[in-house]
């Protein structure tokens, strides 16, 4: 790759102005009726299944942290609880299209967003796949317990719940969690899947998942990168550089033929109304 540009200040500082084309906003208005031209009946019931888990999902997490206690079972839960309640379409959208290849990293509320990646890689990946990851995740310690504690009838059922108790686990800070308990709510992930870390800061994930699509760009691995973001992250500096440095020239000006154009990544971004704990509608 070149390692210099020759740049004229005469062409550089030449008076010129720049514009922008309208950006479109909110133009998906797509019907049920319209979308079953590209989704069957079977994936219409995947998508509410997975939209219903995470919801359970979350409940469950508010119900426990606001009450004590879910379904009569008393449980004390002192960590956090940046929940995610309303945002499962976009938690499942985004991932359900993804590969195992494609990679995530998370927003301020990414629960939904690790078990929708989750749930979609457990879709695409075989049985002897998913047996090979859960038996050899940390020496099968997580799946030692779900498989002595459900009664699965296929591998596939067994991984769903492999993935809801390692998350759960870490959230509340066992050791059978994906890591152990050390990360916890706020640094849950889940690399097999394809699920890489989210964040405590804002918009944490800007810069760190345009560092993952250069890795796959300079190294030709396959795959793209979605940054999920929101919760008043468009205020952050370090979410314009990232975008910013996603899509410099020198993409195309100074590198090889087949490493040209832009980052694979994808920002994704959440407008829930939310600034981490307060009103923002940004």
Not at 31 to 43: A, L, R, S, V, W
Not at 74 to 86: D, E, M, Q, R, S
Not at 189 to 214: E, K, R
Request: net charge negative.
């Amino acid at each position: 790759m070149a390692k210099s540009i020759t740049i004229d200040p005469v062409k550089r500082r030449k008076k010129s102005s720049i514009s922008f084309s309208d950006i479109p906003v909110n133009t998906y208005q797509k019907t049920i009726e319209e979308e079953k031209d590209n989704f069957g009946k079977q994936d219409f019931l995947r998508i509410l299944r997975d939209m219903v888990i995470i919801r359970e999902f979350e409940s469950m997490l508010n119900e426990i942290k606001t009450k004590g206690e879910y379904a009569g079972m008393v449980y004390n839960y002192p960590g956090p609880a940046h929940l995610g309640i309303g945002q499962e379409a976009a938690y499942v959208g985004q991932a359900y299209e993804l590969g195992i290849d494609d990679y995530i990293f998370g927003s301020h509320r990414s629960h939904g967003e690790i078990l929708a990646k989750g749930l979609s890689a457990i879709h695409t990946l075989t049985d002897s796949a998913l047996e090979d990851i859960m038996k050899s995740f940390f020496d099968g310690r997580t799946y030692s317990v779900v498989e002595k504690n459900t009664k699965a009838a296929s591998v596939k059922q067994l991984a769903k719940e492999f993935l809801i108790y390692g998350v759960l686990a870490e959230i509340f800070g066992r050791e059978t969690g994906f890591h152990k308990g050390l990360g916890g709510s706020m640094h849950a992930f889940f690399i097999p899947f394809g699920s890489y870390p989210n964040n405590a800061i804002v918009g944490g994930s800007g810069d760190i998942a345009t560092g993952a699509a250069l890795f796959k760009r300079v190294n030709g691995k396959p795959g793209i990168v979605v940054c999920n973001i929101g919760d008043g992250s468009m205020g952050c500096g370090p979410v314009f550089e990232g975008m910013n440095f996603s899509a410099m020239d020198q993409f195309n000006s100074l590198w090889e033929d087949d490493r040209k154009g832009g980052l694979p990544v994808i920002y994704n971004i959440y407008n829930n109304g939310y600034g981490m704990g307060g009103a923002d509608d940004g």
